[in-house]
């Protein structure tokens, strides 16, 4: 089993949609978790942080269950410029060591 | 923000050749430094941490030989690919956390590296 797993997609959706993407992990000692987003060719770049108690910022709403080990994100009124790789992203034990997801690819039509 | 640099920004090398690639950070001290590959429609994949003064941690399955990192000073580390063949052809990109009481990471922009 991968460490980090997500929705294989690709998800096409129309602007002003609302799309989740779901995230879970294997291993319990994990402590952080992130969104990370990568447009094709470049750099990943922070999209947030992913905390117990659910964070929102913007149109972008992460939740973290640590019982059940998953995270999603949420994208509400999807912008054209939302379109990337969404990638979620988890720290190994209590090292600084990134675990990164498959990613996700998202693509928002006009 | 905290900035990292990578250089070159792409290479293109003859197989049987070497090439170095630099992880700098701008801003900020770096001990530990992270390596990664990236090869395409796929995640990153982490090769190796690099530690400022002492020896890279290589992942499973990472040749050390092959990939020699050097943590040379405290803003600057270097990924040589050794004897590159075609599928060494990645994305190779870089990260550092700013503390060593954080888990952030700031990537480098990437190196783009095809081997003919």
């Known amino acids: 089993r991968k460490e980090v797993e997500q929705d294989p997609g690709p998800f096409n959706v129309p602007e002003g949609a609302t799309v989740a993407f779901n995230c879970t992990y294997s291993?319990?000692?994990?402590?952080?978790f992130f969104w990370y987003r990568q447009d094709c060719r470049k750099e990943p770049k922070l999209l947030m942080s992913v905390y117990s108690s659910g964070n929102e910022d913007g149109r972008f709403t992460a939740q973290l269950n640590r019982a059940s080990q998953y995270i999603s994100l949420l994208i509400r009124d999807s912008k054209l410029s939302d379109s990337a790789t969404y990638l979620c992203?988890?720290?190994?034990?209590?090292?600084?060591?990134?675990?990164f997801g498959p990613g996700t690819r998202l693509s928002v039509l006009p | 923000g905290a900035v990292v640099s990578q250089h070159p920004s792409w290479v293109i090398c003859k197989s049987g050749t070497s090439v170095k690639i630099e992880c700098r950070s701008l801003?900020?001290?770096?001990?530990?430094m992270f390596w990664y590959r990236q090869f395409p429609k796929q995640s990153l994949m982490l090769m190796a941490t690099s530690n400022e003064g002492s020896k890279a941690t290589y992942e499973q399955g990472v040749e050390k030989d092959k990939f020699l990192i050097n943590h040379a000073s405290l803003t600057l580390s270097t990924l040589t690919v050794t004897s590159a063949h075609p599928e060494d052809s990645s994305f190779y990109i870089c990260s550092a956390p700013p503390g060593v009481a954080t888990y952030e990471q700031y990537f480098g922009p990437g190196t783009r590296l095809t081997v003919t």
């Open positions: 291993n319990s000692a994990s402590q952080s």
């Open positions: 801003d900020f001290q770096a001990t530990t």
């Open positions: 992203v988890v720290n190994r034990d209590y090292g600084q060591n990134f675990v």
